[in-house]
């Protein structure tokens, strides 16, 4: 309990804080947006780095070599299980470049906090509205074709079994139409860090993040880039049962 008590602390101080600074990226990004992202995901990063420290979260990285493969200036769409908010604060502190979301649009309703989402790049997406849906997506190809990165976890929400739930894959169409690369991003353990601690607590845990190989869809003619999108729950699968 102290430790969540002192993250929460830590995460209010800080975003109260630092909001005058927003309002300086905000102008920032409207004269140079790429410049506004970087900037703004210095500070969250580095903000995430000390939420996982109050936390004790310790973190085992495989596959890292998978991103060095990759030129620092290209966009990456990076494709995960999702089973913690913890899996957006870990994922942004190992990747070394600028990286937004795409969040769910209740995410947007939250004061402070909100603005700071945005102003790394993150999209919120409304799944229910198919035209807002499709819109969202179109700017995600306009920033990943600009080399912003972007984390999307299909499943749409948090699952806390075994199994994954099924992924929806519209958000697939980024990469392919900004000729960006998907990575898979297979994460285990990070709901032990708080979700499943009851009473309410933060405990201090050793999680596992494992990067696959890029994969390039502008490359593949269409039944194979779609026998590729069917297949990316059976590859997260296997990842994750090596852990």
């Not at 920032?28 to 004790?56: C, E, M, P, T, Y």
């Amino acid at each position: 309990m102290i430790r969540l008590i002192f993250a929460a602390i830590y995460a209010f101080l800080s975003v109260v804080l630092l909001y005058p600074y927003h309002i300086y990226l905000w102008l920032l990004s409207k004269k140079d947006q790429q410049k506004g992202w970087n900037k703004s995901w210095k500070i969250v990063r580095s903000f995430f780095k000390g939420v996982l420290n109050i936390a004790g979260t310790k973190v085992e990285v495989r596959g890292a070599e998978n991103l060095e493969k990759i030129p620092k200036e290209q966009g990456v769409l990076f494709i995960g299980n999702h089973r913690s908010f913890f899996d957006v604060i870990i994922l942004q502190t190992i990747v070394d470049r600028p990286m937004g979301f795409i969040a769910k649009s209740d995410f947007k309703k939250v004061p402070l906090f909100s603005r700071w989402v945005m102003d790394i790049g993150s999209i919120f997406m409304d799944r229910k509205d198919v035209r807002a849906g499709l819109e969202s997506i179109k700017t995600g190809t306009e920033y990943m074709s600009k080399g912003l990165s972007l984390g999307l976890y299909p499943e749409g929400t948090r699952s806390h079994t075994k199994e994954l739930l099924p992924f929806k894959k519209g958000g697939y169409r980024m990469a392919k139409n900004s000729k960006s690369p998907i990575v898979l991003v297979a994460a285990t353990g990070t709901d032990d860090v708080f979700e499943n601690n009851k009473p309410i607590a933060l405990k201090k845990k050793t999680v596992i993040f494992e990067f696959s190989a890029p994969v390039y869809p502008h490359e593949m003619d269409k039944d194979t880039c779609n026998e590729f999108y069917e297949d990316i729950p059976n590859r997260l699968r296997t990842m994750l049962d090596k852990h």
